[in-house]
């Protein structure tokens, strides 16, 4: 094999984040679609094609969701002591949790995702979109990022909870917080000591929440809907509470407002897109899809090898980090014809942007319903919106969002 070492590129560097795909392609081509990287977190496993992709998120005989140490590992072991309540903290989100513990959880959580509580809340939503969307027509210009693909997701966040939306502006800032230190591929000490700080200030939000909660009577909120299914068994205590309610918040309001972003995005950006949705609302669901495998908000999740384990001819020990790289296989040529086309009409291209088997998604119907609301209203108040300018990528490797998306109204 050539020079290999040359060919991996710096995820963290801004260049290549803004050109993620051909860094990933070039990769899978020159490495294969599984290999050891050179420097990324000691040398972790890359997964870069669809089918392995697949299969290592099925394999929960080898691969445990027990990462959360990894979060800190880019950083000199005599200052990861720091930061022993983040990765504390962390451990209690049942995203990190192995079976049996999680599969206990994932049906108290169901609890909370049910189609029908979900559904409730989407005239709520619509509402208060309409009402973002009123104060876009005094404006010529909009930053979309900011002005409306980060607010539905504290629309919805504070309605599924029941708290006020003038709470916003404090969960946004926590949000904000842990996205630049889970999606960073080298997170400095600042970034991860605000990361820190903002998950304890989350803990402490949702205590006092609970202990309201309980003083009253439980309501038909998220909140209450968990502390109801967990009563019975007592499978989470109540600190696990806090902890899987800011594991919702978290991803709720980050992914959201990637995902609403980007596919605006893209409808302002590809063309003819934007006329085929103002003909046909009912394609807006296929356009947001199609985003999702597109520009996938995740573009990667991680697993630690707990046995080691043979993988065409690849030997992985235990203690190894795997990065399986969902953006790269959303792009793979081998399952996705014209990968790099953006395409609303594909057939329905199997994609792992949601993951698969027990840690997929659980906020899949919930943040569908956000964009499709979102968009579709957006598209109804202002049908001569157009892009005003370029944006770039964040400089954030896991997390995929564009810095700001700034669109012309263009209301007469
Ligand atoms: C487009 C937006 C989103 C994408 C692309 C996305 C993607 C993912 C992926 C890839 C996983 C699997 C992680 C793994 O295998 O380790 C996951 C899990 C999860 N997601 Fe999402 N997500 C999105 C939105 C949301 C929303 C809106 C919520 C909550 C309101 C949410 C809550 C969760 C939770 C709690 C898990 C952990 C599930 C488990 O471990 O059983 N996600 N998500």
Redesign the pocket.
Known sequence: MENVKSIEPDFSSSEVIQNIHENYDLLRQKRGSLYKSDNILNGAWLVMGHEDIGNF?NDTEHLS?QRQACLIMALPLELQGQFEKLVNLHSQW??Y?DAPE?TKI?QV?AAG?TREFIQKFENEIADAVEVVLKHFSEKKIVNITEELAKKV?LIT?TA?FGVPLSDSRQLSKWIDSIAAYMGSEKPDVRVIGAAQDSMLEFQEYFKKLYDDRKKKRLGNDLLSRLIIANTEDEILSVDEIFA?CT??AF??GE??K??ISNSIYLMLSEDGVKKELLNDPKLIAKHIDES?RFH???QY???MVKKDFDYNGSTLKEGDYVS?M?GAGNRDGSVHKNPHTFDIHRDAAPN?????????????V??KM??NVTLRLLLEKYPNIELAEETKWRNNTGLRGLVSVKAKLNNR
Not at 352 to 364: K, R
């Open positions: 998120l969701s049942f995203a949790y999680h994932r959580m995702f997701p966040i599924l899987q594991l919702i991803k709720g992914m959201t990637n995902l999702i996938s908000p995740i999740v991680g697993r399986i969902l792992y942007a949601f993951g698969t088997g027990m840690h997929e998604c659980i906020g899949q919930i943040v956000e964009a």
